[in-house]
């Protein structure tokens, strides 16, 4: 069952958001999604609803060792699941069309259509290639999306209305409940990661083969005693960033964001956006929290400035502590990703004060960070108060 969030959905059509939405097209994007999410998601939820006649023996099959990948956003998740991923002797991954349908009913129907298309020389691949690329180009530079690519499977609870990821189109304090999931109260948070595990053995049973789940998603930072829960054998890859590249980066992501959908911010308002420092801040403390509590043998830290300096020797290094095996086949594949690095460089530069931030301030909150992971800071320490 859909166990969609009603009363949030009202609240968020109804309700004001945090920033200027004046402009045609933020208001053809919001009359659209007011008039077609219902009938998506009452679609969805039928075909949902089916798979449990049609296809009953999923909710049979559990995810063995799973691998979560997780971290605050902008903390090169992105990066490692899509190194990850090409290991596809070891792993299977959401791709952005099975989010959009996560019905086995759907999947196998659009398998089907795929083969027949191909038969008839692709012609409906080849009309849709093009409006695909116009359509999701924009969002290239802040996170590259195509219906075919390993994609984060926090979508799973878009259906549910339950995602921080519709905080992208509604901007709202109204959306911490469900940042901070693990301390949501019961039986709520039961039904959505119930859902979340139904959707995971529906993707095993449609594309598992064997193989475990590759899972990536900044958001899970604060499920993961949730999904300890759901999935005891569980493994964590918690990757962490600078905090004070990763606070500029986070901010400047959802500013853009906003500003593709027509959102701007108001005359004289800082860019500095508090909710999300506040929501890095609490995803850093939870993780932390959590896996102190964790067996050892279940997670593992990864640095992004070591990950994007040497990519091979970070996976090598996750693979050999969470014991997965290593391949002949992949350690080819790090072999390019390590050349790829070498040539990479970045096109993002962020400065603290267009966020009306400071190193200082900063290392006052996120101190505990800076002192676990080794990070050098640019001033003295200085008391952290209650952080």
Request: charged share 25%; net charge positive; proline share 5%.
């Amino acid at each position: 069952m859909l166990p969609f969030q009603f009363g949030q959905f009202f609240r968020m059509i109804f309700g004001a958001t945090a920033l200027n939405e004046s402009t045609p097209r933020r208001w053809v994007i919001r009359i659209l999604f007011t008039l077609l999410f219902p009938l998506y998601e009452l679609f969805n939820g039928l075909l949902l609803a089916l798979d449990f006649v049609l296809f009953p023996k999923f909710k049979r099959l559990e995810a063995r060792r799973p691998v979560f990948i997780i971290g605050n956003p902008r903390s090169g998740t992105t990066f490692l699941h899509r190194v990850m991923a090409r290991d596809e002797e070891n792993f299977t991954t959401t791709r952005l069309w099975q989010l959009i349908f996560p019905s086995l009913t759907a999947q196998y129907t659009i398998r089907l259509l795929g083969r027949l298309d191909r038969t008839l020389g692709s012609p409906i691949s080849r009309a849709l290639q093009g409006p695909q690329d116009r359509l999701l180009k924009g969002a290239d530079k802040v996170h590259k999306l195509r219906l075919d690519a390993p994609e984060e499977d926090e979508g799973f609870f878009v259906h549910a209305f339950a995602s921080g990821f519709l905080s992208l189109i509604f901007p709202s304090p109204k959306w911490r409940a469900y940042q901070q999931f693990d301390q949501m109260a019961e039986p709520r948070r039961t039904r959505l990661i119930t859902f979340y595990r139904r959707c995971i053995q529906r993707h095993l049973y449609f594309d598992g083969q064997n193989r475990a789940l590759l899972s990536k998603n900044p958001l899970f930072c604060t499920k993961i005693e949730s999904l300890y829960r759901a999935f005891p054998q569980a493994r964590f890859v918690y990757l962490v960033r600078n905090p004070a590249e990763a606070l500029c980066s986070i901010q400047n992501m959802v500013y853009e964001i906003h500003k593709a959908q027509g959102m701007s911010i108001r005359a004289g308002e800082s860019r500095r956006r508090p909710h999300l420092i506040n929501f890095a801040l609490d995803s850093y403390r939870h993780a932390m929290e959590v896996f102190d509590r964790a067996p050892q043998d279940s997670f593992i830290f990864v640095r992004y400035e070591d990950l994007v300096r040497a990519p091979r020797k970070m996976v090598e290094r996750i693979y050999e502590k969470l014991e997965i095996p290593l391949t002949v086949a992949y350690q080819h594949v790090l072999d390019e990703e390590e050349a790829r690095a070498r040539a990479y460089r970045s096109e993002h530069e962020y400065a603290l004060e267009q966020f009306d931030m400071t190193h200082r301030e900063v290392e006052e909150l996120a101190g505990f960070i800076y002192d676990r992971f080794g990070y050098a800071r640019h001033t003295s320490p200085v008391s952290v108060g209650a952080v």
